[in-house]
């Protein structure tokens, strides 16, 4: 049967006390709507439609998966919600209700729902316990659910009941929406709920089965800034043991954040406070100080970052070593055994074999051989105010400190720039090229004096 997916988002989230929809806010550098859709769009599903209601256009333009939207107005209640989802909805499709603010259930879960679905019984995720305070509790006859029961419609027997509705639902297109249309408002919110649909099913001859989830944290939502926090951490915490069960030593696994995806070889060594970003690959035996932010970047085998770099959509090859503080932006290409050394940025440029660009330099829009040095204070000025222009650099060339490289301008092969000069011409192979003024000494200079504030303390005559 084809399966149909409903996520509810419509929802302000006032205990977030933000402008920003509730499920806009991020989870590992990815909106909590766009988990869910992630995850659920993993079973397959013939269509997903996500409700939306306050901050809908701004949900719209944020996400950019391919679903359907329903408007809810009005926040009339979690079964409302629903109905306003229910178009292009066959009698026959197995419908899966779910929250977007709600972004850790697992795909197996979903899964395990959609298995116990058929004509005649509904899924229904629920959870044990210790504490259900604010959750609806499932009421059971004989051991078989008949029923859910909102906290503030419960009597004090039902609040001692520790199941509790997780929410998510998986049932035939046909039965949702006969349920919807018999669900009244007769409770303490004068809402629709979703979960007076169970005892109506019961009524009807339907039986309902209990799904579990593997672990608590898959049902938990996000109401306020805290729980995200504890979200994040928890979600954290399982890419971490993912990554040390992969062949990675984390000096702190409580100091790590991936906000991405990353892919590793083995025997990596990543220190504390390290953010990747985006997708990341990392070789055998990289690695990684403390302090680094990484996105969208491959890590040869061997390559060495240290302390304080910042590395943005960097292709770097084996045994090249960066930093300490050195960044390198989009387009960034260094081949083996390169050095990039502290406070060097690199953008959109590639540095050959064995290159060394060591200290307080820019490299922009360049292509640079191998075996090249280039000098502390380097500039390659590739602006000139309303194009980009690049610079060439040769093999085994020598750029001295303090040189502004002026494009377009090549430096030829084993060619050697002297320090302090300024290159806007070609430099052929293997000659040196210097542009300096006359050194001159003045020996009648007198440096001048700071003016002495006046004695405050003298008194007067």
Sequence with gaps: MPVRLIVLAAGKGTRMKSSLPKVLHC?????????????????????????????AEQVR??????????????????????????????DDDTVLITYGDVPLTRASTYQALLDACDEKTIG???????????YGRILREGGAVHGVVEQKDATPEQLQINEVNAGVVAVRGGQLRSLIDKVGNDNAQGEYYLTDIFALAVRGGLTIT??????????????????????????????????M???????????????????TGQDVEIDVNVVFSGHCELGDNVRIGPNCSISDS??????????????????????AVVGPFARLRPGAVLSSKTRVGNFVEIKNATLGEGSKVNHLSYVGDANVGSGSNIGAGTITANYDGAN????????????????????????????????????GRDVPERILA?????????????RPLKKRPADTNRKED
Excluded: C, F, Y
């Design 27 to 55: 989870l590992a550098g990815k909106p909590l709507l766009a988990h869910v859709l992630d995850t659920g769009g993993t079973l397959g599903p013939a269509s997903v439609t996500v409700v939306i209601g306050h901050g």
């Design 61 to 90: 333009e944020t996400i950019g998966h391919d679903v359907r939207w329903a408007m809810q107005t009005e926040q009339l209640g979690t079964a409302h919600a629903v109905a306003q989802g229910l178009d292009g909805i066959d």
């Design 124 to 134: 229904l995720l629920t959870l044990m316990m210790e504490d259900p305070t604010g």
């Design 210 to 243: 209990a799904i579990h989830p593997e672990d608590p944290w898959e049902v938990d939502g996000v109401n306020s800034r805290v729980q995200l926090a504890r979200l994040e951490r928890l979600h954290q915490a399982g890419i971490a043991e993912i990554l």
């Design 245 to 263: 069960n992969a062949g990675v030593t984390l000096a702190d696994p409580a100091r790590l954040d991936v906000r991405g995806t990353i892919e």
């Design 298 to 319: 491959r890590l040869g085998a061997g390559v060495v970052v240290k302390a304080n770099t910042v590395l943005e959509g960097a292709d770097i090859a084996a045994l």
């Design 388 to 423: 980009k222009h690049r610079t060439k650099i040769g093999d085994d060339a020598s750029i001295g400190s303090n040189t502004v490289l002026v494009a377009p301008v090549s430096i030829g092969n084993g060619a050697t720039v002297g320090a302090g000069s300024t290159i």
């Design 434 to 446: 210097l542009t300096r003024a006359e050194q001159t000494h003045v020996s009648d200079w007198q």
